[in-house]
């Protein structure tokens, strides 16, 4: 029941009709030239994205802290029910972990002595940055998710980002105190990897699905399922030899991969912070020696 | 309305007629939140599109096009998606809302909402063919699907919602 009859009297003129029409057509045409735009120059649109987003960053950081201390919450009442099974297996994992622990150690100082007697290059130092996760939920066409750190914490264009399982995307947008990082299963993503058993290059395509595709493999590549994908480092935007995902699906030019990352339960991510120098970047057989 | 030339009162006024607008900003930002479900991000209901649309069947007058067009573009820079692209499915879902208004406002909670199931599937539609238009390339139709689904079966829960804020701040003005 609505009694706004001056409202609707004043509505109702013809001229602020026709102004109302005019100032319709006129947003139509700026929100589609906008979109115009943004796909051809994108350096305006990113600016305005960022400053944005700067402002927005404290209020997200300030709402999704009391989130995490729910879905926390929510995870602990799930892991006490089953604290007995859980602790047998902890001790198994344990137990096999050790003995991984003692045989990579092995593995390094071999390394790092082979890599001393054959004179490789030293791969570039790494620095990392943890940071959380402030937003996401960007919907049916993107996948982006938006973190509390910025260029004031040392983000950069173009890191890495990964949590404890692996690769989760790049740095593709940074403000002030936020960054934007374009996950690896975003449309618009592209990293270059290798198929850790037979070194067969290829870019790992998303495509808002939850298995990106590999494409630019060789025709005699033979991807076998299972096998674990890794960045290849080239191109110098990543290091080499993060762990990516699994192949899952080989058929005729559609080999699939699964992300290692489980997408809803991350919460800090890590940004690598990463200059190869240039000897390192050019040598074509800096992949195999990662760490 | 004691005094009604008061400066306290113009102001109040003025917050109250703001209210729809602030309170979908306010949504935009709560939506944005990770809840860390599975696969949520993905089919993260359209809250945008509920609210312009309750607004615009209830209160239009505080629901301007221009309103819609700011919310639009927020989104847009908020969550990364292709600039332009919201304010065009919003502005369109606002005008062939407020043209079934007489029809709709009126009616059943069941009319209004078998309203936005039509309105809303609009919407997901131009969404899709927007951005795949300008992304150049074939999104998946599915997530938009979810989305849409999540979306409609979502609304009556903020739609009683919007109602009950609509009552408490706008009844008294």
């Known amino acids: ?291 | 309305m004691m005094t009604s030339s008061s400066f306290w009162h113009r102001l109040d006024q003025f917050a109250r007629q703001l209210f729809p607008f602030a309170l979908t900003i306010a949504l935009l930002l709560v939506s944005l939140v990770p809840l860390r479900l599975p696969a949520y991000s993905s089919v993260t209901p359209s809250f945008m599109v509920m609210a312009v649309y309750f607004w615009t069947l209830y209160r239009p007058d505080l629901m301007p096009l221009s309103a819609v067009f700011v919310i639009g573009l927020l989104q847009d820079l908020l969550t990364g998606g292709i600039l332009g692209v919201s304010p065009l499915v919003l502005l369109t879902l606002s005008v062939a809302t407020s043209s079934q208004r007489r029809f709709l406002s009126g009616g059943l909670f069941v009319t209004v909402w078998a309203g936005f199931v039509v309105n809303a599937a609009g919407a997901a539609i131009l969404a899709w063919l927007l951005n795949t238009l300008a992304a150049g390339a074939l999104y998946d139709p599915r997530p938009a699907l979810f989305q849409y689904l999540f979306t409609v079966g979502l609304y009556p829960s903020l739609g009683w919602i919007l109602a009950r804020a609509q009552r408490t701040v706008l009844r008294p003005a």
């Open chain 1, 1 to 291: 029941m609505k009694t706004r009859g001056s409202s609707v009297i004043r509505l109702a003129t013809p001229v602020r009709a026709w102004a109302q029409r005019f100032a319709l057509a006129l947003m139509l045409c700026t929100a589609f030239g906008l979109m115009v735009v943004s796909r051809s120059d994108t350096a305006p649109v990113d600016r305005l994205r960022v400053l944005v987003v700067d402002a927005i960053a404290p209020i997200l950081d300030l709402l999704t802290e009391p989130m995490s201390n729910v879905t926390r919450l929510i995870g602990t009442a799930h892991e006490l029910t089953d604290l007995y099974a859980e602790n047998e297996r902890l001790r198994e994992e344990n137990q096999r972990l050790l003995q991984w622990h003692a045989a990579a150690t092995a593995l390094e100082r071999e390394n790092a002595s082979l890599r001393q007697l054959l004179k490789v290059a030293p791969l570039p130092a790494k620095r990392y940055l943890t940071t959380r996760i402030i937003g996401d939920n960007g919907g049916a066409f993107v996948r982006t998710v938006l973190v509390s750190s910025g260029a004031r914490d040392g983000v950069d264009k173009n890191q890495a980002a990964i949590t404890a399982d692996g690769l989760v995307g790049r740095v593709i947008e940074v403000g002030e105190r936020a960054a934007r990082v374009l996950l690896l299963t975003d449309i618009n993503s592209r990293i270059p990897v290798v198929l850790e058993r037979s070194r067969d290059r290829a870019v790992l395509a998303g495509d808002n699905g939850p298995l990106p595709q590999l494409v630019h493999l060789r025709p005699d590549a033979s991807p076998m399922i299972g096998e674990r994908v890794v960045t290849s480092g080239f191109g110098g935007l990543f290091p080499p030899g993060i762990p990516v995902g699994t192949v899952v699906r080989v058929a005729q030019d559609d080999v699939r991969v699964m992300p290692l990352v489980a997408w809803d339960k991350v919460e800090f991510l890590q940004l690598i912070e990463y200059q190869p120098t240039d000897m390192t970047g050019v040598l074509p057989e800096s992949g195999p020696g990662e760490r």
